[in-house]
């Protein structure tokens, strides 16, 4: 580590030298300021190792992957790495990829006794378990034994008049009345109802359906009935689909007899799955999906039954150049982000900006079994107005499958397949990066999708496989004619990963072939220059992934073509918007609260490599330069710039209480963007 006063090096951001420090220095200063501060945590801090006199202050992320015959020790918060036949101090290199078989705290081990829901909703005589519940039931034992309240005002009885986690929310002190009933604020209810907050939730009856394979896909099972056959090969995607967008060529318009969705009819006496009708636009979250059951007898009636007027639609297929078109040309786009791209920090990129906004890249076996954990990133705010969801699968069958079951089942304005992920666990299975050298089955995949959607089909990539063997020059003109409507494309290969800069030049490249089918450039986007020279390229528009994480108000600053110089306290601000939606997400009793500090923590290990534009030499940051160590202008804007785990804990405690014993946090992704 260089000294306090000595510039800094190659790779290193330019530091302002009056604010420059040594890591001992650093720590020192927020322990003291801690102590100072908490005076309550005195006797943690005694018995806490003083993190200035090892290595052990660096974060997990910057230590090497542990090996078979390592172990962890706990002293106080921090983890200790010891090996077992060495224990003498070693020297730690930087790691690469993800940190796997990190540990990871299980919701039930928050609450060693919980409450039954038929007693949180106050209505215990319909206990659904009956005398086999294994739940409490009683309200008074139960609060005897609940944690502390976290705080005085309840984000979600404040904003919707009613805290459906009743006296389980760990602000429960605001809306508890006598004998502990829920209190509801009527006036408020009555603005929120009937209004949709979040959309694309997964309604048991579907997930039991799914689970015991009763649902039926006839447009998948038309498409891959014709892939099948060796002499239509070449015509598949031409009867399943146009080849180009906007294409003369002329589709499937034809419509199956007596069957306006193109149901399948079994033959009497043999079972017939239930098939899938289209959700209604703008359902609430919770509520059923409407659907139709095929028909399993000759017998009964063989219309299909309906709700609300008959229109072309229900009865002819779109063609290609009459589906809805993607125009998002020059817009700022949020990418699918896995672990930290979740649903109340697309709120906040909302809030600074961001145009268009995707989910997280979603497995599709795991939706077409109905994982509800799966079907979770596939939510929708209703302030999202423009909104893809980004599926990940190696097959054609199966992403076909997925893709009738979306189109028919939640609303979106895009399915994105990703061509792009790099991990071994997608690429080893074939699908991400893999399919840019598996052509036959990307273009059945390309193909099947978009003849069963009724929206717009789009393909994120990189730049190829290997580090200096480029493909996506190849891949795009092929993406267009197979009826693609955008691409988007990522300046790295699957083997530099994050460890060198996005090849822009090859961008431009690409943007070129590409035309004129739109292509969105994505790459070590942190400042509103980097974003103007990237649109210098020819690019139709770009994607901005780890500059969102690292400084979400990149929207602002691009739009208002300005750098922002945001305070420590505006900050702390955004990390509030963020508790407080992540608690309407995913609910504010123990288990909300210890998942919203979960992702905030999963956040946070990107959020510290932010500098504030006030303390460099010269602007913009770069994203793969190295924040060194400094002193921000105040307490806060220095702990925030730590790259120490226990110091992320700090700041979620400072919003959202106490971790629960044994608590324990690595960052899922490791600090390997550095070099």
Known sequence: MEAAGAGPGAGVAPIRARYRTSKEQFHAYLKAERKSRNQEDNQDDDGEEDSTSSDQAEPPAKQMKLDDGDHVKKHGSQEEVVKEEDKKPQEWKRARGQNKSRPCMKPNHYEKDRLCPSVIQECAEK????SRCRFLHDVGEYMAMKPSDLGDSCVLFKTFGKCIYGVTCRFAKTHLGEDYRNIINEDLVKQWEGKPLVKNSLSKELQQRLRKKKVCFDKSSEYLSHMGKPSNAENVGNKAADNSVGGKGVTNCTASKG???????????EEAPECLAMSE???APGSTVLQSPCLADDSKDSTLKTIGPVTDEDVIKLRLCEKKRLDIRGKLYLAPLTTCGNLPFRRICKRFGADVTCGEMA?????????SSEWALLKRHYTEDLFGVQLEGAFPDTMTRCAELLNQTIEMDFVDINVGCPIDLVYKKGGGCALMNRSNKFEQIVRGM???LDVPLTV?????VQEKVNLAHKVIPNLRKWGASMVTLHGRSREQRYTKVADWEYIAECAKLASPMPLFGNGDILSYEDANRAMQTGVSGIMIARGALIKPWIFTEVKEQRHWDISSNER????KDFTNYGLEHWGSDTQGVEKTRKFMLEWLSFLCRYIPAGLLDYLPQKINERPPYY????YLETLMASQNVDDWIKISEMLLGPVPTNFTFLPKHKANSYR
């Open 631 to 634: 002193m921000g202008r105040d």
């Open 572 to 575: 702390f601000d955004i990390l």
């Open 450 to 452: 978009n003849s069963v």
């Open 281 to 283: 636009k703008g359902e």
């Open 259 to 269: 069957n306006s969705e193109g149901m399948n009819v079994k033959s009497p006496g």
């Open 363 to 371: 497995v599709c076996t795991n939706l077409l079994q109905g994982q």
């Open 127 to 130: 206990c659904y378990f009956g």
């Open 460 to 464: 994120k990539i990189r730049t190829g």
